[in-house]
């Protein structure tokens, strides 16, 4: 068979499995699960809220005191900013500050953006 037969028999038998995908879908002849027969009307959820909800206030934030980026900011609260916080599974919480080579990097980095 040629490169182009091939092609065309292959287009061929998708195009037979596409088409016959819904009628399969649909017969009952093989077994699935349908549920349960007698399906409960109530979906609420199994548990409760332990009180009433109350609204809480939006907190309001000066646009102008954020700064997104990490070298807009003062060099030193950003360098703390670059520790590592973990927590233990017994709840112990272990700060570790950034190491040497990413204070240099961090630093070579602001030098270059206020040039």
Do not use: C, W, Y
Request: proline residues 9%; without cysteine.
């Amino acid at each position: 068979m040629t490169t182009r037969l091939q092609s065309i028999a292959v287009l061929l038998m998708i195009g037979a499995a596409l088409g016959a995908t819904p009628s399969l879908a649909a017969t009952t002849s093989i077994p699935s699960n349908q549920g349960p027969a007698d399906k409960p009307s109530n979906r609420a959820a199994p548990s409760a809220l332990p009180g009433r909800p109350t609204a809480h206030a939006l907190p309001r934030v000066d646009p102008a005191a954020i700064s997104r980026g990490i070298f807009a900011g003062d060099a030193g609260s950003s360098l703390d900013s670059l520790g590592t916080v973990t927590r233990g599974s017994d709840g112990s919480v272990s700060e570790t500050p950034a190491s040497d080579t990413l204070r240099a990097i961090f630093e070579t980095s602001i030098a270059s953006k206020k040039m």
